[in-house]
């Protein structure tokens, strides 16, 4: 359970940073308040969470990128209903009675799946040399 407590929170901390790093894109017009001078950067004013993933040193950013890109390369390994039933319950979180319905089948199949995802993805990280 740890294990997939872990993994989920990387994953998850892998789209927000994605969806920080979009954030970059929103037209730089609309950042600028009515009464901000013309040669001020918005960029300068913009101010960084305390609790933010950015705030982090880069070396550690760095690190926990590569150990994000291993998982997702070991998850993509993974058989097509094993990673099917491990994404439903773990990164969409649903519950087994609902992941059995979208997946058309029973629960304890669906707890087979993801049991044997998890455990083949422990292994392949192990080998990767991933601790979790």
């Not at 970059?24 to 009515?34: A, E, H, Q």
């Not at 390369?73 to 319905?101: G, N, S």
Request: hydrophobic fraction near 40%; aromatic fraction near 6%.
């Amino acid at each position: 359970m740890l294990f997939q407590r872990i993994l989920q929170n990387a994953v998850r901390d892998h789209f927000r940073r994605l969806k920080v790093r979009n954030a970059w894109v929103t037209p730089l017009g609309s950042l600028f308040g009515p009464d901000q001078e013309e040669d001020s950067d918005p960029l300068d004013t913009m101010e960084i969470a305390s609790d933010s993933k950015l705030a982090g040193r880069p070396a550690e950013q760095l690190e926990q990128k590569q150990v994000l890109d291993i998982i997702e390369k070991a998850i993509e390994t993974l058989p097509a209903r094993q990673r099917e039933a491990f994404m439903l319950r773990y990164w969409e979180e649903l519950d087994v009675a609902e992941a059995a319905k979208v997946m058309g089948c029973s629960e304890g199949s669906v707890k087979t799946h993801c049991s044997r995802a998890t455990h083949a993805l422990a292994t392949l990280l192990k080998k990767q040399g991933i601790e979790l």
